[in-house]
């Protein structure tokens, strides 16, 4: 059997969470200000596709109000943020494109990281929330850079060597992996592992796969998990569950990048 490092490694696509920052408060008060939630994400930035889009949901505690919501953006690590729009309902659910945030930070590249953020005002006290969008300009999808050979590495898995990605012939967004067995010494007699990219969020789901007959006295090694497709690098972040017919070891973390 394995010999595994159970410390876990979760992967987060988009959401990045920040400690309540108080913007001002010349009064001198504290823990009154009001924090609201941001979930249900959906859409991604394209680079050159102004019309790409996200969307989110915006939420506060039951029978909470607040004076004044805006949303701001800001790139990189510049954090000089920027008002793009009023919240003036709760729940909101709000729709940015390229273009907008574009019209207020000027030129974004690919690979450019644009961070939103909800910012309240209750009783003169203005604080951000604790939930932050970080959002990757991504690249137009192409399916020569999403195959090829890949570099495998899981902390948690303990694994680590060089794989194959192909394309589907008929489906540039269905990719075929191979070598995540073979790199643990086993034969891999069955596979390989389908995944399949969203052409619209490029989130990736791999289907149950068995990759081998035998693993360490056990039978019918497979993975199945989900993850992000980086459309500028071509990398892949996953989490794989991994099972045996005998033992289901849980969910692992892996990135494959280009060789």
């Known amino acids: 059997m394995k010999k595994l490092n159970y410390i876990g490694l979760i992967l987060t696509l988009i959401l990045i969470f920040f400690s309540c920052e108080e913007v001002k408060d010349p009064a001198g008060k504290r823990n009154i200000g009001v924090v609201p939630v941001i979930s249900d994400v959906t859409g991604i930035f394209i680079n050159g596709e102004p019309t790409s889009f996200i969307s989110f949901k915006i939420t506060l505690g039951t029978g909470v109000t607040v004076e004044n919501a805006e949303i701001q953006v800001s790139r990189q690590d510049n954090f000089e943020r920027l008002k793009l729009a009023d919240v003036t309902s709760f729940p909101a659910t709000v729709t940015f494109t390229l273009g907008d945030v574009a019209g207020k930070l ?50 948690d898995w303990n694994s680590e060597g060089d794989i194959s990605i192909k394309a589907d012939v008929a489906d ?12 643990e010494g086993l034969n891999e007699d069955q596979g390989p592992l389908v995944m399949h990219i969203d052409p619209v969020s490029f989130a990736v789901t791999a289907d149950k796969t068995v990759l081998a007959s035998d693993a360490w006295g056990e039978t019918n090694i497979a993975y199945e998990g989900t993850g992000l497709y980086n459309s500028c690098t071509g990398s892949y972040s996953m989490n794989f569950n991994i099972s045996t017919d005998q033992y289901d070891y849980g969910s692992f973390s892996f990135t494959f990048t280009r060789n």
């Open 106 to 155: 000027g030129t974004i590249n690919k690979g450019e990281v644009i961070f939103l953020e909800v910012v309240t005002t209750k009783n003169g006290v203005t604080t951000r929330s604790n939930a932050s969008l970080a959002l990757i300009v991504y690249c137009e999808y192409n399916v020569a850079l999403a195959a090829g050979s890949y570099h495998s590495v899981s902390a």
């Open 172 to 183: 540039p967004y269905k990719v075929y992996v191979t070598g995540l067995e073979t790199i």
